[in-house]
């Protein structure tokens, strides 16, 4: 059983940066990782690659050959991939004994919500290769300072999640810059739980171009609400708890800590038991303590527990003993 991520989002979203940082994390872990690249756009990679679709296809010779764009010649590009599935078979072969997966997609929505060849690769992987991935969905944290974009972005992830039918976690990428863009209308927690948005009603009439289309928004907002599927989870890529938090529940998801729990205590240890050479060193003793909080915070309920079987067990022989 092999386990992995697919990492999706518009333009912008930081799928590549994340792919990166995320993929020495887990190293640092222990974990073997292997970075899948399945964007034929993205031709400067910051990571080491296992496979690249590059090697199959090259949207620069599609758009030439086809005379298309770059949205027409992504979309040839995944109806080729899918046509040549085989060929992705055999190159993630030798990986799927032993390694983590994570598969970079092109940012274009449309291959997500709209197009079935993205989902019909995801399908024939997963049952052929008996791979178990969760769709982490990035979504730029700027987007919360524009209610606007914030329903759409709520409507893409809605549609995504349920045009793929997996294991599936928003994330408000780059959450440590979101402050530069603006001040938020309400706290953070309102974003990411995706609550009552008819509070958003009064800041989208401020914006003459939103208030034309005030009933419209509000039945959009009304659909999100009643699937009440949406929600999101936050990531500063440079932060290790904040990269550490986001692999706990993608474990869960995916059911990796069900793998070997064991396993993944001591994976986690790993980082908490001394300092490892990683790139991002923003909070470098974040972990440790957190750690270091469960540990002492078990071995007091240990204590406690002891107490009570030692404080039990004397009642119960001094209860036999004593005469009636």
């Not at 994390?25 to 080491?48: Q, T, W």
């Amino acid at each position: 059983m092999v386990f992995g991520q697919l990492v999706i989002g518009p333009p912008g979203s930081g799928k590549t940066t994340y792919c990166n940082g995320m993929s020495q994390f887990l190293k640092l872990i222990g974990r073997k990782v292997a970075v899948v690249n399945l964007d034929p756009a993205n031709d400067a990679l910051p990571y080491e690659c296992a496979v690249n679709i590059e090697d199959l296809v090259k949207l620069s010779d599609v758009m030439v050959e086809h005379s298309l764009g770059p949205n027409g010649g992504l979309v040839y590009c995944m109806d080729y991939l899918e046509k040549n599935i085989d060929w992705l078979e055999s190159k993630l072969k030798p990986l799927v004994k032993d390694h983590y997966l994570l598969f970079d997609f092109p940012g274009q929505v449309e291959l997500f919500f709209l197009h079935s060849n993205a989902k019909n690769v995801i399908c024939k992987l997963i049952k052929k290769m008996n791979l178990r991935l969760t769709v982490v969905h990035l979504v730029d944290a700027h987007l919360c300072c524009d209610p606007g974009k914030y329903v759409s972005a709520l409507l893409l992830s809605l549609s995504t999640m349920l045009h793929l039918e997996l294991p599936h976690i928003n994330v408000l990428s780059k959450i440590d810059l979101v402050e530069s863009y603006g001040k938020l209308a309400y706290n953070l927690d309102f974003y990411t739980d995706v609550q009552d948005l008819s509070y958003l009603q009064y800041h989208l009439d401020q914006d003459p171009r939103s208030a034309k289309h005030r009933k419209l928004t509000k039945e959009l907002c009304d659909v999100i609400e009643d699937y009440s599927l949406v929600s999101f989870t936050t990531l500063d890529i440079q932060d290790k708890e904040s990269v550490g938090n986001l692999v706990k529940l993608i474990d869960k998801s995916n059911g990796y800590i069900f793998a070997g729990i064991e396993g993944s205590i001591v994976e986690f240890s790993k980082i908490a038991a001394a300092p490892l050479d990683w790139d991002y060193y923003r909070y470098p003793f974040s972990i440790y303590f957190h750690y270091s909080y469960l540990v002492l915070y078990s071995n007091c309920r240990l204590m406690i527990i002891f107490v009570k079987i030692i404080l039990f067990s004397a009642l119960k022989f001094h209860s036999v003993a004593s005469p009636d």
